[in-house]
């Protein structure tokens, strides 16, 4: 008799589905998050620089036609552009970015 159907299955790992499971893959708890203010301070060639508004001692940088179209502008427009944006803490580290909104 072959219970596999009866034993749900992680479609991640394979491991069986129990109480316990989503720690087994570190999830961040819903609605885990904020929402960050940033200022782009310049463009370099495709990129656009930016930095969090209450934070400027680091600069990061993205694709300025990226940022520029999530934001709804021209890329020419995006030095000294206020914006928000919803973070969310990734795996290993990383953040992920959403809900981009011009201030």
């Known amino acids: 008799m072959d219970t596999s159907r009866d034993d ?3 479609g991640l790992c394979g491991q ?9 893959h570190g999830e961040p708890a ?3 998050g904020r929402r960050v203010k940033y200022v782009v301070i310049g463009l370099r ?3 656009a620089l930016y930095q969090a508004a209450d934070d400027p001692s ?7 036609d ?3 179209e999530q934001l709804g502008i021209d890329p ?12 969310t803490p990734g795996e290993y580290g ?3 970015r959403s809900g981009f909104e011009p201030v």
């Open 58 to 64: 680091r600069t990061r940088r993205t694709g300025a």
């Open 30 to 32: 819903v609605g885990a």
């Open 76 to 87: 020419p427009d995006l030095p000294g552009r206020r914006y928000t944006c919803w973070e």
């Open 16 to 24: 069986a589905m129990d109480g316990r499971h989503e720690q087994h």
């Open 8 to 10: 749900p299955r992680c």
């Open 94 to 96: 990383g953040v992920f």
């Open 45 to 47: 060639g495709a990129h």
């Open 66 to 68: 990226v940022l520029a």
